[in-house]
């Protein structure tokens, strides 16, 4: 057995994850942070133990523990090189864990952790495989020939900070036009925001006040009821989303690439019309496609996919 | 020994290529790319030949021939699988080579052939490479691992075919934005050709009057000059080229990127403005950066790079 631990920005998650990828057992802790990175260091050793005793196993089942976490990631030291909202920089977050619980520790960045995690689990024994995480940001984990691609300095693999409007909207990480200015949810929730400014009648409009706030879904589910407003937003939404991943299938012609995080619940509803621009735009004309769907395994693939990771 | 072959456009080059990727011997032919691909086969076989006694050897002091090829290349079966500018659709031109020369033939993607050969003359050695080519398109070719990146399905590395502007200028490919549609040569030609409309009186103009033509070294040779509407130009372009290069880090973060193509004679007066923004878009803040050069080998990467691919 193996622990898979999900540093978030809001939660630490942590299960216990068999060799074929399934959680046994599962836990968490808010993550408060404020902290200071020892504290949450900590909690995340607590939540371990606390994990393997709720399982009715003990610390010599475990045979190692694998670890995700936000920013840029060495991964040969186990250190948390930089991670924005958690405020660390050069924590060496894998050897602390180790000394703390006395078990091996593989620390990961969290979106090539879920991307893992996916790949081994829905992955259809593909050799090239791409997952985009819709959230705050846009997060990306790339793999190929079966391994996490992470460039010579560690830090590759961020299709978020692809330019894609060159001088355009400026990017939490300070460039502009970003992937990710353009197609998290935080822009969709923003275009969303603006489509209202300008239509305060529509159903879109309405849905928001009386949920009392703006959310990724609002657009959607205006759509769905039938709202030209709605609809609007989702189309240029899409079209923002594929215009990122037919990038990516330029680039990197893999065999599958799957959209993760939460707005990817909305399913066909988002999956089609960004399929549909895709596939208008692959260069590849001539040659076998890539395969484009939605992710499976939501929440669970970034403790998954660092268990397996470290496995 | 090995013969590399570079199939253009415009000229068929060859040359005598030695284990350490030194051209011995050099000849070419015109494409006339009007003609059939059985006459242009025939044509490369001829000038194989030729420059083989030319060079004072034998068919048999050559152990094998490599050929780059515009287009979508299966470098399974050596065939070309479409190729736009030679109207080439499914040609088996590693057998048919073969056939008449009686020597194993390796066939490649043209900008895959010349990254390879780049790589290997001037790559020290990294692991991750990358050769951008500004020329009437923009060609590249990843090198990870030391070999070169071709997808799943054989027709990746195609960063020119990323979204630069989503819902900007239509590319040749058909796709919207493209990075090719602003960073090309052609792109330049186009931009200074407008900058020309608006600034009739500027020395950018009065150069391309007296030429008699806009080249892609018209705005350079004006901003060397003091002209404003020269540098703005070169500016402008410069940001469209960093942009794209951008986007290659973050996506890859190579240990070298290299830019190619007869405008990279410019030397310092695009490699500059192109690393200043560069440098200051990388999402790598934390980590050693990409060594970003311009290419040395230039037309004969192409020839050395398909003799090394072959080998």
Chains 1, 2 share one sequence.
């Not at 196993?57 to 958690?86: E, H, R, W």
């Not at 735009?281 to 403790?303: C, M, S, V, W």
Request: proline residues 2%; neutral net charge; hydrophobic residues 40%.
């Amino acid at each position: 057995m193996y622990i898979g631990v999900d540093i978030g920005g809001t939660n630490l998650a942590a299960g216990i994850v068999d060799e074929h990828g399934r959680i046994t057992a599962r836990d968490s802790l808010p993550t408060l942070r404020g902290r200071s990175s020892g504290e949450i260091i900590t909690d995340i050793a607590r939540l371990c133990r606390s994990l393997v005793d709720k399982a009715g196993l003990s610390m010599s089942d475990i045979k190692k523990i694998g670890a995700g976490c936000p920013g840029t990631i060495d991964t040969q030291t186990g250190t948390a090189v930089y991670v924005n909202n958690l405020k660390m920089e050069g924590v060496p977050l894998a050897a602390e864990l180790e000394r703390l619980l006395q078990k091996e520790v593989h620390l990961e960045n969290d979106a090539n952790a879920a991307a893992y995690g996916e790949y081994c689990i829905y992955g259809d024994g593909v050799k090239s495989f791409i997952m985009i995480t819709l959230g705050t940001g846009v997060g990306s984990g790339i793999i190929l020939d079966g391994k996490i691609y992470r460039g010579f300095n560690g830090a590759g693999g961020e299709l978020g900070h692809m330019t894609l409007v060159s001088g355009g909207r400026r990017c939490s990480c300070g460039k502009d036009g970003c992937w990710e200015a353009y197609a998290s949810v935080t822009a969709l929730i923003a275009q969303t925001e603006e489509a209202i400014k300008e239509n305060p009648q529509s159903l879109t409009a309405r849905l928001a006040a009386d949920r009392g706030k703006i959310s990724g879904r609002t657009a959607f589910e205006a759509a769905k009821a039938g709202d030209r407003v709605g609809s609007d937003i989702v189309s240029r939404y899409a079209k923002y989303v594929a215009d990122g991943i037919v990038s990516a299938v330029n680039i990197f012609q893999p065999e599958k690439i799957v959209i993760g995080g939460g707005i990817s619940r909305e399913g066909d509803y988002l999956l089609k019309p960004v399929a549909e621009i895709v596939k208008a735009n692959d260069y590849n004309k001539y040659r076998p496609h890539t395969q484009l769907e939605t992710a499976k395994l939501f929440n669970d693939a970034g403790i998954i996919g660092a268990a397996l990771a470290a496995r």
